[in-house]
């Protein structure tokens, strides 16, 4: 299985002005597998402002490619 589309990202707003961004892991090789939180060592997450617009994208950007630290 390659890279592509193994990674995933879930947002949540957290109380109106935080926003967290967790990186997910596809669970198997099918294609419609589930994805979930990327738990391989420690959660990825992010925590940013809501207002923070590249903030939140790099965050969904680097969720998605598996780079979310």
């Known amino acids: 299985m390659g890279t592509e589309g193994r990674f ?3 947002v949540y707003l957290m109380d109106g002005k935080t926003v967290l961004v ?4 596809r669970r198997g090789a099918a294609l419609n597998a589930p994805y979930v939180v990327d738990g391989r060592g420690k959660q990825k997450g992010a925590f940013l402002a809501l207002t923070d617009d590249a903030g939140i994208a ?5 969720a998605l490619s598996g780079t979310l630290s």
């Open 8 to 10: 995933g990202a879930r």
């Open 22 to 25: 967790y990186q997910t892991v």
């Open 58 to 62: 790099n965050a969904v950007r680097a």
